[in-house]
């Protein structure tokens, strides 16, 4: 059985956040600092941030949090997202799990932060997320920016 991982700093609050109308202020938030670092998709000074990535300082894994309701959500569920960004490709397997208090579903699972990861998220373009019947388009303009934190305390390569 696998293990739903609890993300810390911040970005566990980011995710719970019900959903902001300011859909238009969306953008990439990096941060660092002595215990770890974030990328996060999402509107600054809210905690709207329905796509996260977290990683500790110097550990190469990342905890990835995505705000989706697949079409079987119940705590548990085990969903792969599809994260594709031109012919990059980086499949996360993910496990479900239903904040209560904001009514969200998240999907949560671990990746590494190699070469491969950090091309897409530093990529020029649009970021595609397939889970089962969805996709979703993400913007990849100053992700190269925001990712810079990230990769300097996490990266595996």
Do not use: K
């Amino acid at each position: 059985m696998r293990r739903i991982y609890t993300i810390g700093l911040g970005v566990a609050v980011a995710l719970a956040a019900s959903s902001i109308n300011a859909q238009e202020d969306l953008q990439w938030i990096g941060h660092s600092d002595e215990y770890g670092a974030s990328l996060v998709y999402g509107v600054p000074e809210t905690g709207f941030a329905p796509l996260a990535f977290y990683c500790e300082r110097g550990n190469s894994e990342v905890i990835f949090s995505y705000e989706f309701e697949p079409i079987d959500a119940r705590d548990g569920v085990e969903v792969i997202v599809l994260l594709q960004a031109g012919d990059l490709e980086v499949p996360i397997e993910t496990t479900g799990l239903r904040l209560e208090m904001d009514d969200l579903f998240i999907l949560e699972g671990m990746s590494v932060l190699d070469e491969r990861l950090a091309d897409l998220l530093t990529s020029r373009g649009t970021l595609y997320v397939f889970v089962e019947d969805g996709t979703a388009e993400y913007p990849l303009d100053w992700a190269r920016e925001a990712a810079e934190g990230m990769l300097s305390t996490c990266a595996n390569f």
